[in-house]
């Protein structure tokens, strides 16, 4: 049976990027959360692919809970219009919240900072630290070659396929959210012998 999301997790870039489609990925998006009544959890940041995710969200009449550090906020970076605004002390405060806020967890392009929470909401899903699924928007191929990466670190038994597949990607917003609802994390250890792989 397909999961029951109330909130999605989003992690994004703090700049548009190059290509208008990254834009666009986000407007779609926020279209998409709309439509579902899902609400927003992002970084609470009023830039790049983080702002216009948050104010189509916001233009539509949707939820959007912003989770930002201090230190950020203090530079003037936060989007004081959204539903409701988390101001923690740390970077992983953030995350941590992002996580517990969240039934899923989606992210768009972006820089280091979206590669970062990315990769740990994987990890913390290996050790079986929660279950949330965790998919990318694959827009304009952005995350062609981390995947390729991630399959490659499969081939080579640094990654069980179950772990692999814990990563679910997509350029549609709407195909992407349908395959994460109908999704389940594996249970499966993280410490494995050759004779798992």
Same mark, same amino acid.
């Given at each position: 049976m397909p999961a029951t999301f109330r909130h999605i997790a989003v992690f994004c870039g703090s700049n548009p990027g190059a290509d208008p489609a990254f834009r666009q990925a986000a407007e779609a998006l926020g279209a998409e959360l709309l439509k579902r009544d899902l609400g927003l959890v992002?970084? #609470?940041?009023?830039v790049?692919?983080? #702002?216009? &995710?948050? !104010?189509?969200?916001?233009?539509?009449g949707g939820e959007v809970i912003g989770v930002i550090p201090?230190?950020? %906020?203090?530079?003037?970076?936060? /989007?004081?219009?959204?539903? %409701? &605004?988390?101001?923690?002390?740390?970077? /992983?405060?953030?995350?941590?919240?992002?996580?517990? &806020?969240? !039934?899923?967890?989606?992210?768009?392009?972006?820089g280091i900072?979206?590669?970062?929470?990315?990769?740990?909401?994987?990890?913390w899903i290996q050790l079986g630290l929660h279950a949330k699924p965790c998919g990318v928007i694959n827009a304009c191929r952005y995350y062609d070659a981390l995947l390729a990466q991630l399959d490659l670190a499969a081939e080579q038994g640094?990654?069980? =396929?179950? /772990?692999?597949?814990?990563?679910? !990607?997509? =350029?549609?917003? #709407?195909?992407? &959210? !349908?395959?994460?609802a109908?999704?389940? =994390? =594996?249970?499966?250890?993280?410490?494995?012998?050759r004779s798992d792989l």
């Open positions: 992002y970084g #609470g940041g009023n790049g692919l983080m #702002g216009i &995710l948050a !104010d189509v969200v916001m233009a539509g201090r230190a950020l %906020r203090d530079r003037e970076v936060a /989007h004081e219009g959204v539903s %409701r &605004l988390e101001v923690v002390d740390t970077m /992983h405060q953030r995350k941590a919240r992002m996580y517990a &806020l969240s !039934d899923a967890l989606i992210a768009l392009p972006g900072g979206t590669f970062e929470e990315l990769f740990e909401s994987l990890t640094f990654l069980p =396929p179950a /772990h692999r597949a814990l990563l679910i !990607d997509d =350029p549609d917003a #709407g195909i992407l &959210l !349908d395959r994460l109908g999704s389940r =994390p =594996p249970a499966v250890a993280k410490w494995i012998t």
